[in-house]
């Protein structure tokens, strides 16, 4: 589904303003680790240590060299994947301040520990942890890329639709290309020949129904609550439906 400049140009989601955070994140070592943790999870679910034949692995190595993860710390992740200790794969889910939808990914080896320390956060954060199936209906795997905007958008947008892209989202400031996730690393190269800037490639659960807050104070409330959860340090990543006219960032 394409959606028109005047429809989400004013709005920013989640996934967009997490990243202007992320690059200001000073917590490199924290970082570092969540990273160490999320490779030898796609390592035992994705196929193997080779990226060339495990595409999950091949976007963490991307986005932990971007974040400028040392060779070694990724090489030592790697190795480990293969001898340490087994992480469980978790997925949590509930609502936030504003009703938003939240789904947290966790790798943990104390399945009890974790799950008892997200409720505290959801609790603490002014959410509500639920059940299975809660909220994961209305979100879909998908692939995720952030396209840079240049000043013609609206022919970026047509260009991009004559390549092929069926799915995008513009945003205040780019535009979000959603993918099949096996695709992801296709599109993105069809996309870079033709041109495009790729500032971020990632595995997303997209919600099929946005939450738009309608006050500052809900906006804030919403984001520092995502951020609580993202700061644990068996969370990989929390996905919402959050959305925020950018008159209110």
């Known amino acids: 589904m394409i959606k028109s400049t005047s429809d989400m140009s004013g709005h920013s989601h989640y996934s967009t303003i997490k990243r202007a955070k ?9 970082i570092f680790s969540k990273f160490a943790r999320e490779i ?6 994705g ?36 001898t340490g200790a087994a992480l469980e794969r978790i997925l949590y ?34 959410g509500k942890l639920a059940g299975t199936g809660a909220v994961s209906f209305n979100f879909e795997n998908k692939g995720l890329l952030l396209v840079q905007k240049d000043t013609k958008p609206d022919e970026q947008m047509l ?25 992801l690393y296709e599109v993105k190269g069809e996309l870079e020949k033709a041109g495009f800037t790729i500032t971020s490639a990632e595995l997303y659960m997209k919600p099929k129904v946005f939450q738009t807050v309608t006050s500052s104070d809900d906006a804030k409330k919403a984001m520092v609550f995502i951020d609580l959860l993202n700061d644990h340090d068996d969370v990989s990543n929390v996905f919402s439906n959050l959305d925020v006219p950018d008159n209110l960032l």
């Open 22 to 30: 992320e690059a200001n994140d000073q917590q490199r070592g924290k």
């Open 40 to 45: 030898g999870i796609v390592v035992r679910e």
């Open 47 to 82: 196929g193997g240590a080779d990226p060339a034949f495990n595409y999950k692995l091949r976007m963490v190595l991307d986005k932990a060299r971007a974040a400028n993860m040392p060779k070694d710390n990724i090489e030592r992740a790697i190795s480990k994947s293969a």
């Open 93 to 126: 889910e509930g609502f936030g301040p504003g009703n938003i939808s939240v789904i947290v990914d966790a790798a943990t080896d104390n399945k009890n520990r974790t799950s008892q320390e997200i409720k505290n956060l959801f609790e603490r954060g002014g």
């Open 159 to 183: 260009k991009m639709i004559d390549l092929g892209v069926e799915d995008m989202d513009e945003t205040s400031d780019g535009f979000e290309v959603y993918t099949q996730q096996d695709k």
